[in-house]
């Protein structure tokens, strides 16, 4: 069982995480390039400050390019018995790649999807790990560490083999994309008729108990408008990970229908547009047969 | 302030209100053309059994033509200084109609948007709420009874005049609906990938706790899950009652862009159909440029 | 047979028609309130010219109060055995109001749907008409003098009763809006990957004989890229006249499913937004959950 | 210039392909597998056939492991200057590998996106082509016997280098997806309305002129209808090639909106489900909070 791991990346969840595990018992090394974070100055510090066998480091970089360069140097730096875990937002198909990479040097590897952003620290995190049942097994007190307090399967759960957490996680955010999506329509449509209801804020704080809609999403969106009733101080601009466009991509190879997720995912890809090409063309169109006028020259 | 009440309708919900109510405290007298449940034999006896002055009837029948009814005949009923709370799904516009209707005779109106289903009972009802602040205020022991335990912003609201609560529920639905089809399609494509995630349920059941998509309906369906893994013993057919219609009625009006609450409520529409005219049509298309079979007669 | 008709109403389409009647022998008065293409100065006048019986005025002013106001005009001046013809866009359920009015005085009414834009001049118009056999037999010179050229049944339709033709128009709209937005999203792929397929228009072009694709909104999307390659003078900003929103409606109402329409017409009113209301709530909410910068600085 | 060519795969497509090119004066040497329509008894004798230099074989077979099979023949059996043309509906980045591992042998290659189905033998196909220069210049006399009457650049496209010709395919692909549901909503439509439009077949064919909605598919809908006016002899599950579904992937990888073709292939997807998991999660949920029954026995 893990008394000290290895933690690589102390960015906004990292260095969270960190704080946990130290005020649950589990002594954490970590290293992030900031020295003004990190416990130690390289990666090879790290893993030479880890009590052996069966050492264990948690990587939490951001996904792609640079947790692949973590994990392929930890494959050098680690060696039989140890184990990896990618506790970022890696795609299954990586996890597999990188698991058989390491499994032929003896590595373990685990990819945990961890949901909870910056309210981690102090409610716990909801995990969801692939891997084998051994290293999971030895990962145990570092997971119970991270979760929330309750029962155990409402915070945690061993999902399948390696890629089995990062699916899982995928598979969460897409739905993260259309619960927000729903809030932010119903939100815009209560916006639209202020002459009928005349307190959006109230509400939407009335939602939050009782109601069939409540959810900590929405405990997020009352915040969200107590700080800011109208949300003025907010551009209508919308990034998106990578977890949502996989999440639609993975449903088009096995033919699921997803109407509601991806348009929550087309809303932000358009919201970030200045000029959408797609709409200029309409108007266009409409300019050709009707001889309609585009954008009314009062606007 | 109330403390005798009358309560029109005790189905599903009328049924568990009026047991709600009792245990705070509130006399409540009922009717339902059902005798075993009434307890009274008409409406004009539950009026006559109601202590003046500012009596106070709840009625909560279906929505449309049973509200209605049961609306008019208590405008007959009722007199100068009295109040109907409408706390059925009406549609906001009739609410609007109703009140105007009722103030010519000097009855007061009151509509309430209920949320929480049968286990209002028990946790309490979300209840938004619309009228005069008079009427709001004669009727707060009623709806502090009802609603759940907590702070009372963050389970009722006076949104606004009348129609406002129902205004209010509307969005509320819609955006459930939202909700629903978002969990609903991660579901799926959990449940299309096995190979990946082998514990659909168990999946479900880590999110109760630290995600981001924690909420009351992602608990119902863990509870579905336990109690039927692969849902085998549901049917993939889904009733919509008005308010999900009237929300993205409500958005066209309003030139406000709905496309996640729309695609849930089409997919619905779909999940009733037998034989889609629509998808016949594309087969027919196929079939006439491609010379492509329709559906394969393995099949 | 009718030689000599009013129409009422030379705006961009009730010009074109004017000019195409005539040039096919039909008598054509026709009054508008701009005197400077005005035949006569009053709807009385028009009316005053008309020889009978069995006079026809065909009405080509916007849907709603215009029409309304106009027909009910013509009702005090027409009378028994007279037909008025709502040839503008007018909301099925408004044909049969005023039908039902006329009718009262033994006045005939026949809607007709009028599709071509301002190439029908040239081309001709597609119409669709409802209204009794008796009416519609008695325009026949008409409908012949303005639809296409080639076999009548393809260019002209008695769809059913009073309300059928704009019923008819209406799906024809909404159609016409997912052909668009189709057209449109392939173009903005396309232009998004100017390193693959370097020459769009011309891409755009070549589907203009021969392929499935190939159709007169087609056409003139090509004409459009002619004029301008990249639509660089064309505002993203599309309106949208009523049909499309009714065809919507009309589809909720009947519970059919319209996944590609509702996209249609909901990305129209995104893009006359300067800022949407919903994607302020979802980047508002990925800031409360995940400390997520909303829109980055150097935008 | 070519005057004699190879052609891999008689199917559909191919076998009126090689129709049109003799009708042209073109020779052609076909090969495929089934004996009874193929000219020779190998690819080698195909190849052995042909003239050289600059010998040309165009592949016609199915997209994925068919067509890299053959091609992958082809690059063994011919040599420098020669040209391999794919005309099937490989995904771009498959030309882009192929066309490598062909130029290491000197080989040319050129893709070639079809359009026109089972009607391209007396229409002419639409041609949308990637590759050299100098490669498409050798092949226009084959282009030009494939392509409709009318200019060139209307049937007809060089569109970019290896790749752009199934990119744009792909998207051509796409748009008719889109346009197919647009219609078939309409139709799906007016056929639940038949008490104002009671002759949807009509209303249809008089869109065949005139109309902003004109289109070959509009033909075709008119034309399936004429044959089956209410459609009974066609299933309602429609197929998907994997064109709409690379659209849909190559619009995530680039942030592009695609709303409507995206709803109009999981249009398709669900059209193919016997029972729809997403459904019967959210049949399931409203059971859980509302006692709602799942299926009306009735039903």
């Known amino acids: 069982m893990v008394s000290h791991m290895g933690l690589v990346g102390l960015g906004k969840m990292g260095h969270n995480m ?11 090394t970590g290293y ?5 974070v990190s416990d130690v100055e390289s990666l090879a510090d790290l893993v030479a400050a880890l009590p052996g066998p069966r050492r264990v480091v948690w990587v939490m970089v951001p996904a792609g390019e640079p947790t692949r360069g973590v994990v392929t140097e930890l494959g050098g730096l680690l060696g039989d018995g140890d184990v990896v875990v990618e506790g970022g937002n890696s795609h299954y198909p990586e996890d597999q790649a990188r698991a058989a990479e390491l499994a032929e ?24 790990c692939g891997g084998d049942a051994a290293h999971v097994e030895l990962l145990m007190p570092v997971f ?16 399948g083999n390696v890629g089995a957490g990062h699916f899982a996680k995928m598979v969460h955010n897409g739905i993260e994309y259309g619960l927000m999506q729903a809030y932010a ?11 009928v209801v005349t307190d959006v804020h109230g509400t939407m704080r009335a939602w939050k108990r009782g109601t069939v809609v409540r959810s900590w999403l929405l405990d997020l969106m009352v915040k969200a408008l107590e700080e800011d009733p109208r949300l003025a101080a907010i551009d209508d601009w919308v990034a998106d990970s990578g977890e949502g466009r996989w999440t639609v991509d993975e449903a088009i190879d096995n033919a699921v229908p997803l109407p509601v997720i991806s348009a929550a995912l087309f809303a932000r890809f ?30």
Chains 1, 2, 3, 4 share one sequence.
């Open 18 to 28: 960190r704080e946990r595990l130290r005020r649950a018992g589990i002594e954490v």
């Open 32 to 36: 992030d390039p900031r020295p003004e």
């Open 105 to 128: 040097r003896g590595i373990g590897y685990v990819d945990v999807g961890v949901s909870g952003g910056i309210w981690g620290l102090e409610n716990g995190y909801g995990l969801m």
């Open 144 to 159: 119970d560490a991270l979760r929330p307090e309750g029962p155990r399967d409402e915070g945690f759960v061993h999902a």
């Open 185 to 195: 329509e119903g939100y815009e449509l209560l916006s639209a008729k202020t002459d």
């Open 270 to 299: 358009a919201s970030r547009q200045d000029d959408s090409p797609a709409m200029k063309a309409v108007a266009a169109l409409r300019q050709q047969f009707g001889g309609h006028a585009t954008k009314p020259s009062a606007e």
